[in-house]
């Protein structure tokens, strides 16, 4: 007996902080969320019980239908734009001479060392009415008055692209990296042109990096409240912002949980669609 | 078995370690602390210096940006970890009826007198008893003279925002019940209803104006306004005042509705450990020259007629900051709706959809 808990110890001391870490911080927030989504709400805010379904109930709107819906194609064309824009890019990064990837690397996770809202934040100094591209296309004669550039749906997926764009590059990059120079070669003796070699050989075997991007993207995609708050100047409703009302405004934690939930189910779904074609492991 | 106790008495070491973490920080034996829970930019840095050097009670503050965020933290971390919170009017009566406050001796604020007589004793708080006025928030109708001037458009009443030369013009609060209240204003009902349909039926007005507006903004309207983005904003009076200053062509114009306002006050939590220190600082704020020391950092509506004499023409000529005391009074008190918030939650839901 003794035996076996000495042989067990390593993968306790190894594996327990970590675990207690995600009780913590994951699953304990995961469960109060969960509890929360079924009690009744306060009217100053906060829950109280008895217990109900009423909030899963609220969910059936045509409005939170719209919100929903509207999210989902943001977040997808938020991604086709970052797999068409990453995928040249993460191709060029791994055929670039060995001593220079990891510079190139580096140069795409420099951004989040500055905190994304004053990113975000430098973009509006750009795009404004009286912005950086404004004046200068103005001063040199392209335009005759100021384009309106921020606050408008266009601003809201350019802000998205550039926030996610690294995390589609990331595992392209990986799994263009992981391509086998060997078999461009044979495709190429074989009497392949380039244009086959890539939709025959590189495209099919780099297709889990693809699908590891795409979620990376979308996913996060769907929660990014702020984006829509500080350049689409707030106008349009996502289900980040919509969540955000329920436990800031609204005084309707229930809600917001129920919510949160929903979208938790959905990635869950997306995250289940993912394993049936690729890798969980080309996440990484 | 000796190695599997160390083993364990490190895990537990870990674990405590990481919990101990979360406690925050302990302030040492002796040391005299009062913990303020305040809104961002509302009280200047060197308030709390100059509070310390006086009387060695060094304030430790933190922020929040709503009112809703400060009673989600007071309700789910207690209120002993903090003494003094700056709340809003409508507030109050929730906070009074959870427990959350305590009374407040106003004996020990003697500059109590330096008050504006009109922004004490309202009706959620008849005697100040749980609460002292800080300052107050106006919403205000800004505009950029020149551009209205070149749409033509002049700003009477709250209908005027639906003139369709505004198109994509304005920038208003990002605000359920600011938004509401104007629209139930402009349509003759009460600004703080509760009635579901009431408060349905301004819908129909605020989608009329959503076309002429450009932003949501309650965190740096006064951006747009002093850039020349917007031609109107409806904002609140500090932004109004900041705008001003940097952009001469904006003024503010008051229309046959009221305007709404809101009244920040001090409170002192229910568990407070330190109860006269908040006291005393309370006192400390409406000393008029460290009330205007605010003012000059923070220039909001003043409710201290002490410091207001003190104010310079930048301040007392900036009808952003030193608001009309006519329209003040005239103003609505925006009021707490209780479980009606979802129905004004959900209006505001449907206008952005």
Redesign the interface.
């Known amino acids: 007996m003794k035996h076996k808990w000495n042989n067990r110890l390593p993968m306790f001391v190894m594996i327990g902080p970590a675990f207690l870490w995600m009780a913590i911080f994951v699953l304990a927030p995961l469960c109060y969320v969960v509890g929360i989504s079924f009690l009744s709400k306060d009217s100053s805010g906060g829950v109280m019980f008895p217990l109900t379904l009423a909030s899963y109930f609220s969910l059936w709107n045509e409005s939170f239908l719209t919100i929903f819906s509207r999210s989902l194609l943001l977040s997808l064309q938020t991604t086709i734009i970052c797999l068409a824009v990453g995928y040249p890019f993460a191709y060029v990064i791994a055929n670039a001479p060995k001593k220079h990837r990891g510079l190139l690397l580096l140069l795409i996770m420099l951004p989040f060392w500055i905190n994304s809202v004053i990113r975000i934040y430098g973009w509006n100094t750009l795009l404004r009415q009286e912005g950086v591209i404004n004046s200068v296309l103005m001063s040199i004669g392209i335009i005759s008055s100021p384009l309106e550039m921020l606050y408008t749906d266009g601003a809201v997926l350019l802000g998205m692209v550039y926030e996610l764009l690294p995390f589609t590059i990331l595992p392209l990059y990986a799994s263009i990296e992981k391509l086998d120079r060997s078999l461009l070669e044979a495709a190429s003796d074989l009497g392949a042109t380039k244009p086959h070699i890539f939709t025959r050989v590189i495209f099919p075997l780099t297709m889990p990096g693809i699908f590891a991007g795409s979620i990376q993207t979308f996913i996060p995609s769907l929660g990014l409240f702020y984006i829509s708050e500080m350049m689409g100047g707030g106008s349009t409703m996502y289900i980040g912002n919509l969540i955000k009302n329920q436990f800031l405004s609204a005084r309707n934690w229930p809600l917001g949980a129920a919510l949160s939930l929903l979208l938790i189910l959905i990635t869950l779904v997306l995250m289940k669609l993912y394993t049936k074609v690729g890798s969980l492991e080309d996440m990484a | ?1 000796k190695k ?1 106790i160390s ?1 364990l008495l ?2 537990v070491l ?2 405590t370690t ?1 919990l101990s973490g979360c406690g925050g920080s302990s302030s040492g034996e002796g040391d005299k602390v009062l913990n303020i829970y305040n809104w961002t930019e509302y009280i200047p840095q060197e308030v709390y210096d100059q509070f310390e050097e006086e009387t060695g009670i060094r304030v430790v503050e933190s922020t929040f940006s ?1 009112n ?2 400060m ?2 933290k007071l ?1 789910a971390g207690g209120t002993d970890q903090y003494d003094l919170v700056v709340a809003s009017n409508y ?1 109050i009566d ?1 906070m009074k ?2 427990n959350m406050i305590q009374t407040i001796d106003k004996d020990k604020i003697e500059n109590i007198t330096n008050i504006s007589p009109s922004s004490m004793g309202m009706d959620y708080d008849p005697d100040n008893e749980y609460s002292i006025p800080f300052m107050a928030t106006l919403t205000v109708i800004a505009i950029n003279q020149e551009k209205c001037d070149e749409l033509g458009v002049t700003i009477n009443s709250f209908n005027d925002l639906l003139n369709p030369a505004l198109e ?1 013009n304005i920038v208003v609060v ?4 600011e938004l509401a209240a104007v629209a139930l204003k402009a349509t003759g009902q009460d600004p703080n209803s509760t009635d579901e349909a009431t408060i349905e039926g301004a819908l129909d007005w605020l989608n009329q104006l ?1 076309t002429n ?5 309650s965190d740096s309207p006064k ?1 747009l306004l002093a ?3 917007v031609a109107v904003g409806l904002v609140y009076n500090m932004d109004a005042g900041q705008a001003i200053k940097e952009n001469d062509q904006i003024k503010v114009v008051y229309t046959t509705e009221a305007c709404e306002k809101s009244i920040d006050n001090f409170v002192i939590t229910a568990n407070s450990k330190n109860k006269e220190y908040a006291e005393e600082f309370i006192n400390f704020v409406h000393r008029a020259d460290v009330y205007k020391m605010i003012l000059d950092e923070f220039p909001g509506v003043c409710l201290n007629d002490a410091a207001k004499e003190l104010m310079d023409s930048s301040y007392l000529d900036n009808e952003g900051s030193n608001v009309d005391t006519a329209e003040l009074d005239r103003a609505n008190l925006i009021a ?1 709706v ?2 009606a ?2 129905y ?3 209006i ?3 206008m ?2």
């Open positions: 078995m599997n083993f490190a895990g870990l674990v990481l709503s809703e965020e009673l989600a309700e507030v929730v009826e959870k994509n990002d605000d359920s019940r959503k507006i450009k932003a949501y903004d951006t850039s020349n983005e707490d209780g479980e918030a979802t004004y939650d959900d505001f839901t449907k952005k959809t």
